[in-house]
Each structure stands twice: as structure tokens, then as C-alpha cells.
């Protein structure tokens, strides 16, 4: 299971992410000198790390190295949740906790994800079983027919009997 980036390992990281190509150790310390001083070793010493870690993979180029993020950015944070979220001894309680958190903005794009891995085939189920009608909504249950008044319903009983009396 991944443990988070320390804050170095995650700057390094979120430049190869985002430039999403294989990168040179003097390209990230470029980009990260135009916000703190950093050492050219320094970074070297990073993507070694990241790269024993897995993280990243290596290329040979000439004297130096490429370097290439192994999974996407959406991947470690998804992953970090999971860990997170197994981790607890009261997994619900930690996720209406996580969504209590959220802006209005994330819970749009948590829907928007449970809608796409739910597919566009997929229905939710009745909110109340017992309320709802199983036999209109579901094509598989056999219905009551001028011809044969006898199919019982969801509840065992039979909507075509006289005087109150069950199909039974």
C-alpha cells in the first residue's frame, strides 16, 4: 500500500504528473528552482528514491536518466484513500465524516463518478421495497392478465380475488 509522498517526493512527483513524458532531473530542478533553492543532488537523490519506491520508472540517456511516473496522480490519491478508509475501525462513520468535508463542487463530482461506474444501465433500487410496486417496475414477474386473473402479487396475494380473499 502506498504511503503518502513526503513534501519534496510529492513536488517532484507533481511535476512528472503533470508533464505527463519522461523527464530529466535538470528539468524538475529547473521548474522547482523558480520556487525554492534547491540543489542539483537533491533532486537526483528524489527521483532515486521514487524510483526504488516504484513511483517512477528510469531510462538510461546517455550519462543521465529519464525518469516516467508509473501511475497517474488520480491513481496514489485513490489509493491513499483506500488505505485510509480500510484503515479505520468504523469505515461508514469515516466516510460520512470524508463527505462531510467535501464542498458542494466535490460531492457534484463524487455523484458524477458513482454515476459512471455505475453505467447508464443501472438503476437504484427502490428506496422502500415494501412500498413500491415490484411487479410494474420489474418485466420478469409474471402479471395478471384478463386470462389469468390468479398471478399472485409481490405480497402473496391476488389482486383478481373476490371479497378480500388471497390467491392461496
Do not use: C
Not at 85 to 94: E, F, L, R, Y
Not at 122 to 140: D, H, R, Y
Request: aromatic share 6%.
Amino acid at each position: 500500500m502506498p504511503r503518502p509522498l513526503g513534501e519534496l517526493e510529492d513536488a517532484v512527483m507533481t511535476r512528472v504528473w503533470k508533464w505527463n513524458r519522461p523527464v530529466t532531473v535538470r528539468e524538475v530542478l529547473e521548474d522547482l528552482q523558480q520556487e525554492r533553492s534547491i540543489a542539483y543532488t537533491t533532486v537526483m537523490t528524489v527521483l532515486d528514491n521514487l524510483h526504488q519506491k516504484g513511483w517512477v520508472r528510469r531510462e538510461a540517456e546517455g550519462r543521465a536518466y529519464r525518469y516516467e511516473a508509473v501511475s497517474t496522480r488520480a491513481a496514489y490519491s485513490a489509493a491513499l484513500m483506500n488505505e485510509a478508509w480500510t484503515q479505520s475501525d468504523n469505515p461508514a462513520a469515516a466516510l460520512v465524516a470524508f463527505f462531510g468535508m467535501m464542498s458542494a463542487e466535490q460531492r457534484e463530482a463524487l455523484r458524477d463518478a458513482v454515476r459512471m461506474v455505475q453505467g447508464p444501465e443501472e438503476t437504484p433500487a427502490p428506496q422502500n421495497p415494501v412500498t413500491e410496486n415490484p411487479v410494474a417496475e420489474n418485466p420478469a414477474v409474471e402479471k395478471p392478465t384478463a386470462e389469468n386473473p390468479a398471478v399472485e402479487n409481490a405480497a402473496g396475494e391476488n389482486p383478481a380475488a373476490t371479497g378480500g380473499e388471497t390467491g392461496r
